[in-house]
Nanobody, 129 residues
Framework: QPQLVESGGGLVEPGGSLRLSCAAS????????IGWFRQAPGQEREVVSC????????AYADSVKDRFTMSRDNAKSTVYLQMNGLKPEDTAVYYC??????????????????????WGQGTQVTVSS
């Protein structure tokens, strides 16, 4: 059974940085696009970024572009989200998730959450002074 476990969340001041990790198991990690999503209280879940199976393609929501960087290490079955220049509006629970389909990339769109099948439990990120 595929499993994804997020870590690295916490409390940080505006302008600070955090690095989230998502460790995967139970499937052939290098075959799948992985996405980061977030959900703030009272708001719908939204995509943050995604990366294709080999790490050659990434996509970002406009709200995080130029501040966040997603990467992956297929040897360690782990993806990362480096978050710099954090803002209070980045406060949310952050989730990683695996695409339903192998070897797929969402050209022209940032990965839609409905196409992701397996989700981690989430890690809280709070940006506040």
């Amino acid at each position: 059974q595929p499993q994804l476990v997020e870590s690295g969340g916490g409390l940080v001041e505006p302008g600070g940085s955090l690095r989230l990790s998502c460790a995967a198991s139970g499937f052939t990690f290098g075959y799948y696009t992985i996405g980061w999503f977030r959900q703030a209280p009272g708001q719908e879940r939204e995509v943050v970024s995604c990366i294709n199976s080999r790490g050659g393609n990434t996509a970002y929501a406009d709200s995080v572009k130029d501040r966040f960087t997603m990467s992956r290490d297929n040897a360690k079955s782990t993806v990362y989200l480096q978050m710099n220049g954090l803002k209070p509006e980045d406060t949310a629970v952050y989730y990683c998730a695996r695409d339903r389909v192998q070897q797929r990339w969402f050209y022209g769109a940032v990965c839609p959450a409905t196409e992701f099948a397996y989700w981690g439990q989430g890690t809280q990120v709070t940006v506040s002074s």
